[in-house]
């Protein structure tokens, strides 16, 4: 802790942006929304030299099981943002009668 009315410098910032696409748009849709909104190049010209990217993809599943796919074209917009993927799964009730 730094002394009273001293200023704090922040080890790191995240930065959180959505696609705004609808959640069960397929996963090209929201990477093609993402490029369109902010694309690559924009991006990467204003952060900080060192700076880290990642695109986290939320699968949400009623089933047993869970897999998806990144089409080709999907990776292709992750890699111009030079990114990491981090995929999350979600286990849910939808589409299940309530």
Known sequence: MGRE????????????????????????????????QLPPKELLRVLPPGSKISIDIAVFFDTMTVSTCIPLPGLDVIHRYRAAVEISCYPTDFGRGK
């Open 5 to 36: 009315g001293e200023k704090r410098i922040w080890p790191q910032t995240l930065w959180r942006f959505d696609s705004g696409a609808r959640e069960t748009a397929p996963v090209e849709e929201h990477l093609a929304r993402l490029e369109f």
